[in-house]
């Protein structure tokens, strides 16, 4: 895909079904172990975020969001069933992105493991990353 002006990364679902690109910064990438998240990307979840206003959908014809909370959704594709994105009532202004859907290289790195107290028994946490059991908010 030929970047637009202004574009920082673009991305989408293997399926074609949902594309977007990002205008605005975005945030190094996190690691959530929380139960949530576990069970609805099959791992952990790696995401990344940037302002509401710089996610641009370019395609969504099967963007799904499930209301996991009155408060949490989670946004997949309702053809190849990947999770794209994550957005919280109390963080408004941010969407966070599911970081293997953004089309490579992306320059980002990995900063934070959160919920590292969830994580799943068979996963070895990064020693090189911080780790935080429980809730990290996140500015």
């Known amino acids: 895909m030929e970047s637009e002006p202004g574009t920082r990364a673009t991305?989408?679902?293997?399926?074609?079904?949902?594309r977007y690109r990002?205008?605005?910064e975005l945030r190094p990438v996190v690691h959530c172990h929380c139960t949530p998240c576990r069970r609805i990307t099959g791992h952990h979840m790696a995401a990344t975020a940037a302002g509401v206003d710089d996610v641009h959908l370019l395609a969504d014809t099967?963007?799904?969001w499930y209301?996991?909370?009155p408060t949490?959704?989670?946004g997949f594709c309702s053809t190849c069933g990947a999770t794209l994105f994550w957005s919280a009532a109390d963080k408004a202004a941010t969407l966070s992105i599911a970081a293997g859907t953004l089309d490579q290289p992306?320059?980002?790195r990995t900063v934070l493991a959160m919920y590292a107290d969830e994580a799943a028994d068979y996963h070895?946490?990064?020693d090189a990353l911080e780790t935080?059991?429980?809730e990290q908010l996140l500015d």
């Not at 991305?11 to 949902?18: L, N």
Request: charged share 15%.
């Open 11 to 18: 991305g989408g679902c293997d399926c074609g079904g949902v």
């Open 22 to 24: 990002i205008t605005g």
């Open 62 to 64: 099967t963007l799904t």
């Open 67 to 69: 209301q996991r909370t």
């Open 72 to 74: 949490t959704r989670y």
């Open 106 to 108: 992306t320059g980002l």
């Open 124 to 126: 070895r946490l990064d």
């Open 132 to 134: 935080h059991g429980g």
